[in-house]
């Protein structure tokens, strides 16, 4: 496993991550302790140090598995989590974003993760407006002077435009930034990594396979089950230019290597971009994740991953 600096915060994290919106039951699995336990255990061994999760990822659910399979072993974890919703039946959230709210979440958090402290703590694709809340980061200030969290960090949702929250990190503490980026969906690049550089932010990438069709398993025709939330996307034309475009960037995969690795190899090597968090639903696949990290150069735009 390679290591990086995740920006201003020091920490040391592994280059492969693991993301668990899965864990949360809207990815068309349920999982059992076990299964998480061994997802986990298998990441550690790998050498894979950090987690990112979410207080909606079922209502704290897929806090409550990573809480479980990580404990006694806290100190080896850096876990990232973030903040700003409600988890509702049928892919829907309520937004929590007043500060009184945010600090009710942040001791769920905790006891569902059964920790003390956060290492990042993640305002969750909140809008602009939202984001300028000068009392939500005075009270999350409060909460890193009192150890409850380590860092804080900006979660960006992608449908927002421009740079606004990006730019303003610094102004208001946080000191990392979690993106949707991979091959096919490359908008921070028009100024997002940019000014992470600038600031040296750290950068997660989160969805660096596309919803899994970067791995190259997903064609023409494919359907999902009710419960997986890419059920919600497949009768419309958004998910057939995903599958369109896979098909063409098919022959930028080297011979040998899989699309998979291929698709978290070419985020890591914009130099911008700290770790990858791609999402796992078997051991098999937290092994497959973590042999990214080893791919020589995989794009002619930034050919050198970073050190």
């Given at each position: 496993?390679?290591y990086?600096?995740?920006?201003?915060?020091q920490?040391?994290?592994s280059?492969?991550?693991?993301?668990?919106?899965?864990?949360?039951?809207?990815?068309?699995?349920?999982?059992?302790?076990?299964?998480?336990?061994?997802?986990?255990?298998?990441?550690?061994?790998?050498?894979?140090?950090?987690?990112?999760?979410?207080?909606?990822?079922?209502?704290?659910?897929?806090?409550?598995?990573?809480?479980?399979?990580?404990?006694g072993?806290?100190?080896?974890?850096?876990?990232?989590?973030?903040?700003?919703?409600?988890?509702?039946?049928?892919?829907?959230?309520?937004n929590?974003?007043?500060?009184?709210?945010?600090?009710?979440?942040?001791?769920?958090?905790l006891k569902?993760?059964q920790?003390?402290?956060v290492d990042l703590?993640?305002?969750?694709s909140?809008?602009?407006?939202?984001?300028?809340?000068?009392?939500?980061?005075?009270?999350?200030?409060?909460?890193v002077?009192?150890?409850?969290?380590?860092?804080?960090?900006?979660?960006?949702?992608?449908?927002?435009?421009?740079?606004?929250?990006?730019?303003?990190a610094?102004a208001?503490?946080?000191?990392?930034?979690?993106?949707?980026?991979?091959?096919?969906?490359?908008?921070?690049?028009?100024?997002i990594?940019?000014?992470?550089?600038?600031?040296?932010?750290?950068?997660?990438?989160?969805?660096?396979?596309a919803?899994?069709?970067?791995s190259g398993?997903y064609?023409?025709?494919?359907?999902?089950?009710?419960?997986?939330?890419?059920?919600?996307?497949?009768?419309?034309?958004?998910?057939?230019?995903?599958?369109?475009?896979?098909?063409?960037?098919?022959?930028?995969?080297?011979?040998g290597?899989?699309?998979?690795?291929?698709?978290?190899?070419?985020?890591?090597?914009?130099?911008a971009v700290?770790?990858?968090?791609?999402?796992?639903?078997?051991?098999?696949?937290?092994?497959?994740?973590?042999?990214?990290?080893?791919l020589p150069?995989?794009?002619?735009?930034?050919?050198?991953?970073?050190?």
């Amino acid at each position: 496993m390679k290591y990086r600096r995740l920006g201003k915060t020091q920490l040391r994290v592994s280059v492969i991550g693991i993301g668990t919106w899965q864990l949360g039951g809207e990815w068309g699995k349920t999982f059992e302790q076990a299964q998480v336990d061994a997802m986990c255990a298998k990441a550690a061994e790998l050498g894979i140090n950090l987690i990112d999760t979410a207080e909606c990822y079922g209502d704290h659910l897929s806090e409550k598995l990573i809480g479980r399979a990580i404990e006694g072993r806290r100190d080896k974890w850096i876990i990232a989590t973030k903040f700003g919703h409600r988890f509702k039946p049928g892919f829907d959230r309520e937004n929590l974003f007043e500060p009184a709210q945010v600090e009710r979440q942040l001791e769920d958090s905790l006891k569902a993760l059964q920790t003390d402290y956060v290492d990042l703590y993640q305002f969750h694709s909140g809008t602009d407006e939202l984001f300028q809340t000068p009392s939500l980061w005075e009270m999350l200030q409060k909460q890193v002077e009192a150890g409850k969290v380590r860092h804080l960090g900006i979660s960006i949702s992608s449908r927002l435009s421009g740079t606004h929250q990006a730019d303003n990190a610094s102004a208001i503490g946080a000191e990392a930034i979690q993106v949707v980026y991979n091959r096919i969906e490359r908008k921070p690049e028009e100024g997002i990594l940019d000014s992470c550089i600038q600031q040296d932010l750290g950068v997660l990438a989160r969805v660096p396979l596309a919803s899994g069709f970067l791995s190259g398993k997903y064609g023409k025709g494919a359907t999902f089950a009710d419960s997986d939330v890419r059920s919600t996307w497949q009768d419309g034309d958004e998910m057939l230019r995903i599958i369109e475009q896979v098909e063409e960037f098919r022959s930028e995969v080297p011979q040998g290597v899989s699309m998979a690795h291929w698709a978290l190899a070419w985020c890591l090597q914009h130099p911008a971009v700290t770790c990858v968090i791609p999402g796992c639903k078997t051991v098999e696949q937290v092994e497959a994740n973590a042999k990214a990290a080893d791919l020589p150069a995989v794009r002619e735009d930034h050919p050198q991953a970073m050190p």
